[in-house]
Each structure stands twice: as C-alpha cells, then as structure tokens.
C-alpha cells in the first residue's frame, strides 16, 4: 500500500488530496498481449444477458470517462439490469482487460497484483481499458477509435470533476428518464474559432417540442479563485455576452454550476452575478445531489438590496437565494 489514500468516506463526498495519484488494479493492455479475435470470441460465446450488461457497462464508461462501483450499479437499476451478479462481472470485465481500476494515494504503488493489494476501504475508480475499444469499435460506435490509453490517466482535481459530472447524470436520469434527451460529457462550446470546455451539455424536455439547452460545470475548490475567474473573464464572457451561443443554439442556454460544498458554490456564483448579472444559472453542491435532484436545493447569489443589477459594486452585499428548477424534478421517475 502506497501511504496516505482516498477511502470510500472521502470519496462519497468527492474529497481528495490534489497531490494524490493514481494505481492501477494492473498495467493496460497492449495490442501485442491482447489480441483482438480472442476478445472477440470471447464476447461472441458470451451469453446474450452478459453481452448486454457487459455492453452497457462499458458504453457508460466511454462516455463519462470514470466511475465508481456504486455509480455502475445505479446505473444498471435505472436501465432495468439485475445487479446480483456485478461484483462477478465487474470482476472478469478486469481480468478480461476491458476495464481497469485504480485508487488514489500520496505514493504510486507500480506493484499492485491485479488489484489484490488495494487497501480495503479506498475508494476505487473504474475506467475502459483497450478491449473495450475492441468490443465497442465492432459492436457499437464507431467513435470509439478515437479512445487512448491517455485518457485513463489524470490529475485528482480532473477525476472528482468527471465523476461529479457522472453523478450529475445519473441523478438526472433518476428523474427525467426518457425525457433527458441528450448528455454529452465534456461539453466543447465555440468562442469563435476557439472552444471552451465544460463539464457537459444537456437537453431536458418539459413537454414542449423543443427540449431545454443545459451547460453544466464542474467547480472544484481548487479552481477558486484564479482559474474561474480566468473562465468567467475569458470564456463565458464572450459566449454569453458576445453572442457566440447562437453559433451552436436558437435561445441561449441555462448554465448549472455543481459545486464541491457551499463554500465553493457561494465563491462562484458571486463571481457569475457580479461579472454577468443578466447569466441564467442556477447552482448546487455534491452534498445536495446526494439527496437526489427530487430533493436537492438549488441556488442563486443574489443581492437583496441592489435594484438594478448595473448598481452592484465591489460592496454591495450578497448571498446565496434557494431558487426553482422544476425543469429538473417536475415530471417525477416514469
């Protein structure tokens, strides 16, 4: 065991050690240790229950990137799966090479026997490993080809901010089921010639024909205050203020900050409302979402004794309002 880690308490909460790394459950497979045509003949005998569920799995994690054991199976119970067997199959998903999980300490540990010495209460993240790109390039996307092995490895504050995201998802299917339309995770809007990445966009409807634009982001306490201000400054500024959403959608979309506590949320929100008081927002934390988004509280900085959103200044004081996001939780589980 490689010193200080993240346990499963910390990680309920997406608590980490920025200075934390990762290690693997075993070291990714290559084209010259895993042939393809036995991947594929080992998912062709597979039965058509296992196919599916294994299908599934793997499709979740090309789109969220990682995910937690208790995130996969959420996920499953709201697709309809049985979960019974998952720890078996999650189990040969690894040993299959189309998954690989690792934990987060203060120390790389290069040694850890496929996952044997991964300490018992650490909080553990999946992620895809190259067969499942040999699976889902065959059977499902063809998209997939653009998976790499870099993709698997990133810094603490980047995986809370992608399992944050999927959480966000799987709340959010929880409530909406058919009529979450869209989900795409990172979000890639233009500035011009330029991107500016977000943690995902997203279309809900409400029952009318054209479903509600959505662009959530992730903050992390890292990121207050210098890089959002950096984005806010730099980013949504001109997205929002300069028109560059019309590039992408016909009514400008509704941003959803989801924030690590609500310290943070405060933090950000107040820099929104103080550079673009006009930005349609809401925001939330971990904390909440952990409720369900049935019962989460969702926010707005506001300032009760400014009139006109021009008049706020460096002391005009504010504070987080609770405000509606039926569009969220109006229609129930269907």
Known sequence: MAGAYVTKADGLILKADPRAVQSFHHRFASDRTHNESFTIRWFCDLSPEKKDWYTE????????????????????????????????????LLVRRCLNSFYMSETQDEETSEGKNFPEDAYVVYCLDLCARQVLVRFFREDMIYWRLTDCYRNTGQIMKYLSTCQFYLALLDVKRDRLRRFDAPYDALIGRRTSRYSAFLEVSDGDPAPRNFVLESVRKADIPTYWEKKVMEQM?????????????????????????????TAAAEALSRRLPKLRYCVTTDKELLKGLA??????????????????TPESNGE??????????KYGKS
């Open 57 to 92: 799995v793997m499709i979740l994690l090309s789109r969220f990137t990682f995910a937690t054991k208790e995130n996969i199976l959420e996920f499953m119970r709201i697709r309809g799966y049985d979960v019974a067997d998952a720890d078996e199959y999650l189990d040969e």
């Open 237 to 265: 500024i001109p997205y929002v203020d300069r028109g560059y959403w019309r590039q992408s959608f016909v009514d400008a979309p509704y941003f959803v900050l989801l924030a690590e506590d609500m310290e943070v949320a």
């Open 295 to 312: 019962n989460a509280t969702f926010y707005r900085f506001a300032y009760p004794d400014v009139s006109d959103p021009n008049e706020i």
């Open 320 to 329: 987080l309002m609770p405000v509606k996001a039926s569009i969220f939780t």
